[in-house]
């Protein structure tokens, strides 16, 4: 099974796990692999991919550790065998088993320990260089002469010369069917040849010269336009260098730090950062750096794509607008360690510490709309929400669950509750004890070794439903 290279992916692979120009063609599940003329053991069941460029096999049990895939390119003969009485209909391909040298980019320097499968660089997507051919003499496979290693065609008969590799034969059983539309589309796609067809390489302004290619004999008018962008914005960049430079010199005679802070603002938002991350160099004292830290959480924590839900931030301490808990769709809760991760890892520099971060958190409820507030659990927890986890917004949903199972009387655990609710059960247990003690409308029922069940407090007279 040397000729199958190892793909360590979860499934079926996505757009992200696919080179550059590749694409899925067509799947195939209940596909076993041989190894050699047995079956596999280890490559049993599993689902054959096909795309432009590879034939992969995704194992069922073990993606991750039995996946695998072979390049089309050296696929060079195929042929297909229907089934008979209990013999599963087969593919078998001959594939050339070339010699994989890892090799390092000469223009950005990533080391790559294969060939890639469109043979570019996976970072700047120039072309790979040539494997060093072996010193040995070529021997021609049409009329047998011995030529010169460095040559590609033979000198007697110019016949294209291959070095001498070996061929092995794969074999993959069609165990549930499907072997024919998926062998005309493996035959359709072997001829198309897709993977010689190189897309254009991602770049930043300036187009990726390819180390191998010959010396231009013209300039493309593309990479011309490219480079005049290029020093468009960069005439640009040095004519706002140089503006910045006379405010500064101006404003510094003045001692005028407050203005200095809004030209900042507005150069870094000139540069393309529309929501720079705030530093302490950037207010004018302690109280102004945390207020400001906490608009900016806001804006992670709220809006169309907040992790609580919908809502905005609240600036120059305008009224808030209170939103109907009904409209806070999002997570509603999340503890303060996560929103601390997701926090830096949005802001990518300038990491927030906890001891700045909790003296921030402290004035997310004047900046917020709706409300999020910052709450402490019997349990230790920090954690912070929504107006939809207070304990009488949650008090009303949980009955609202368990009288929908009252028929059965048998109430609901904790587990359950925390499906409901989409929660982790350690902290749904948390808020169903401080709902128990503050606001006595659910009971529990301690059951031994198994989980607690959660009941409607039947001695505590109802509240008259609003209308």
Known sequence: MDAWEPWGVDGVPSARELVQGERVITTQAGVGLYDGGAKSAARSSGTVVLTTHRLAYIDARAPRM?????????????????????????????????????????????????ATLDDRCRTCGAAAPRADEEDSARTCSVCTFANHAALTRCEMCEAPLHAAQPTVSLKLSFRQGGDSPFYLSLRETIQARAWTVRAAAPTLGVSVAHVDAAPPTGASPEALADLQV????????????????TQFERTQARDDSEQVDTMLQ???????????????????NEKAYHRALACELAGVLLGEHGVLGPGHVVRNDAAPIEVAPAADTGRGLLALDEVWGLWNRARGVALVPPREMRAAVAFLPDVTSPRVSVRVLRSGWTVLHTPRFEDAALERRVLHYLDDEAARGAGLTTSELAAHERLAPALVKSLLESVELTRGAIVRDECGTRETRWFRNAIRPRAASPS
């Open 230 to 245: 290029l020093m468009r914005r960069a005439r640009e960049m040095v004519d706002m260098a140089e503006s910045l430079r």
């Open 266 to 284: 507005s150069a870094m938002v000139q540069l393309g950062l529309a929501a720079p991350a705030v530093t302490p160099d950037m207010v004018r």
């Open 66 to 114: 039995q996946s695998a895939f072979v390049r089309l390119a050296q696929v060079r003969q195929t042929e297909h065998y229907a089934g008979f009485l209990r013999s599963s209909p087969k593919v078998v391909l001959a594939y050339v088993c070339e010699r994989r040298v890892a090799w390092t980019c000469a223009l950005c320097h990533t080391f790559h320990d294969a």
